[in-house]
């Protein structure tokens, strides 16, 4: 997609917001849920997407593709990860908060942040505006200071999170799931380098960085698993040569840590399936004090 394209919830790349909010709501309907995400429901409902999507474990397996018993055990051992990396930054006195490309992440009503957290969630204005919508009709309450930031992430995104509020002097947890594949490669690296910049001793991130291999492999894999959503990704995704997360935050002094999603998952007693993500690893860096 070229840079000033925007989409909504039910188009281009907001699609695949809504897909993680499905995956999210099959796996809350589950009886052993690795997540409860009491808003993943509501946002499918409300969009109704052109191609349905699945809110329960059986209507997932039911999918002759098997697409979403796929997706959906890959995407909430992913949002487990991650939820419990920002449970530990809490634990650690982190309080100020950056979720990328945050979609329908409801994690800022959902988790139990500690007094005196902000988070600021970055996405396209028609999916904040969306997801804002459905939370006010459920009377969703956050117990942390929410902070929409609508901008593109191809443009002057610190700016408008600086507008916002953003405190580059506070240390910062941020988090950036299932977003790199949608970055030109010239976007990312200015990404890498906004969030080294406005990032205080002591702060923290977390990145889903997709595969050991180049992009150039992994992209037909992701390609190929997207279709059932009625989308097109290939045409969505970059497939181009990267510098590795991991790479790049050492260069930059941070110290990093990587886990496999296999890994991660055999923690929390799941097993992926190749056909989604499985590749993924998640990289832990943090800026030494
Ligand atoms: C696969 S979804 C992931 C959403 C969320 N992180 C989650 O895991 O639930 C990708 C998200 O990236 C956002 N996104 C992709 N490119 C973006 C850009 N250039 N600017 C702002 N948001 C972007 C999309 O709008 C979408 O919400």
């Keep these: 997609m070229s840079s000033g394209q925007q989409w909504d919830i039910v188009s281009g790349i907001g699609i695949t917001a809504l897909a993680v909010a499905a995956a999210r709501a099959v796996e809350t309907n589950r009886p052993d849920p690795l997540i409860q995400d009491p808003y993943a429901l509501p946002f499918v409902e409300e969009a109704r997407p052109p191609v349905p999507m699945p809110t329960t474990e059986a209507e997932a397996a039911a999918d002759p593709l098997r697409y979403w018993p796929a997706a959906s055990t890959y995407l909430a051992v992913r949002t487990k990860a991650f939820d419990e990396y920002f449970a530990e930054a809490s634990e650690a006195g982190v309080t100020q908060v950056v979720v990328l490309a945050s979609g329908l992440d409801a994690r800022a009503f959902r988790l139990p942040w500690p007094a005196g957290s902000v988070v600021h969630e970055i996405d396209q204005p028609l ?39 953003f405190d580059r002097s506070r240390p910062t947890a941020w988090l950036a799931e299932g977003l790199l594949p949608y970055l030109p490669a010239e976007a990312e690296e200015q990404l890498f380098k906004e969030i080294h910049r406005l990032s205080a001793p002591g702060s923290r991130l977390a990145v889903e960085a997709f595969g050991a291999r180049s992009r150039t492999v992994d992209a037909p894999a992701i390609a190929g698993s997207m279709n059932p959503l009625g989308i097109d990704i290939a045409e969505l995704v970059h497939s181009d040569e990267r510098t590795p997360p991991a790479d790049r935050l050492s260069e930059l002094g941070w110290r990093t840590r990587s886990v496999t999603a296999e ?3 055999a923690g929390y007693g799941r097993t992926l399936t190749e056909s989604f993500n499985a590749r993924s690893v998640y990289v832990f860096a943090e800026l030494p004090s």
Excluded: N
């Design 127 to 165: 999916v904040l505006d969306f997801k804002l919508r459905v939370l006010r009709e459920r009377g969703a309450v956050a117990p942390c200071e929410h902070r929409p930031v609508a901008v593109d992430l191809r443009e002057d995104w610190a700016s408008a999170l600086e507008r916002a509020g």
């Design 263 to 265: 890994e991660a998952a």
